[in-house]
Each structure stands twice: as structure tokens, then as C-alpha cells.
């Protein structure tokens, strides 16, 4: 349901455009934040609640470095991914008065096409300009289709690999133990008395 949430607001971020308010950009954000924080605790409780007790530490070590693990390679691919659609359609649409060496600036982030447009003359930096501005958003919006794709397919994933555990292994393993515990302070008591 939180995958499926987090979903939502990729999809969300899909809808932003350069020249749009940034609403869909704010309302995306929180909405992917809402439904992935949950996420992590689940998991972190879902990995360690599934080690034994004396294996605690290290699956938690070992749920840490997978999800920033997970976290670095999204941002890469997805980062790879909308920077290599930004400089094509950059260089599909920057007027071709450009000069080479500010087109090759232009290309590099955003911000650098902000800086070439400055030294170019009015006309020339506002059409380099209005170029980045939508390819930069291109390039989000289809990192963020794609986002939300995986996070569709994690999602019904997570449903059917974890349809048939309990809602809450963890009040389920904490009965056993207090039971467990319980009978072996009984048996203690049961030999105090006797």
C-alpha cells in the first residue's frame, strides 16, 4: 500500500513542466516521502524480526547498507537516466547560432545552461535557456515514469511474496517469548515452592 502511495507521487512528478508552478513538484515530493517512510521501518522490523535474537545486530547492519545500497543505485540509474535524456534533447533543441563551447557548457547540468545563457546576447540566452529548462523537466519526467513503474511492480510484488505472513509477526514471536519466559519462571516458582 505505502509502494503503491509512493507510486502516486512519482506519477505526480510526471506532471510538472517548466514552465508550471511547482504544486505537482512539492505535492509529488511529500506524497513519495508519506508512503516510503513507512516503507523502511517495515522492512528494517520485517529483516531483524526475522533473525534470531543473538543475529539482531547484523541483520540490522545488514538491512541498513541494502537500503542505502538501493537508494545509491536508484539515484544513479535514474540520475544516468535523466541526464542522458536532458543533453539529447538539449542538443535537439538549442538554436543552432549557438556556439559549440557554450552548447558543450549548456549540455553539462542545468545550472551550467543557466550561466551560458547569461554571457549570450538577450534573444540567443533566453531560447538556450527556455531549451534546458525543458529538457532538464523531460528528463524528470521520465525518470519519474519510470520510478513509478518499479514502484508498482515492487508493490505487487511485496503482496504476493508476503500475502501469507501474519499482519504482525512481531506481537506474534513476542507472545512466544513471553509465553517461553513465562513458563520458565513458572517452572523456578513451582520448584521455590515445592
Known sequence: MFLALSAVGLALLTQVDAAGSLVALVAGSVIISLGLAPVFGLTTELIVGS????RAGPASG???TGAELG???GIAILGSTGVAIYRGELADRLPP???PEAAALASDTLGSAVAVAGELPDQLGA??????REAFVNGMQLSSAIAAMVAVGLAVLALVVLRDRPASSFEADADAQLDTTAAACGGQLKAADG
Do not use: T
Request: glycine residues 6%; aromatic residues 0%.
Open 127 to 132: 531560447a538556450v535557456l527556455e531549451a534546458a
Open 71 to 73: 537508494g545509491a543505485l
Open 97 to 99: 547560432d549557438v556556439p
Open 51 to 54: 533473525a534470531p535474537p543473538e
Open 62 to 64: 545488514i538491512s541498513e
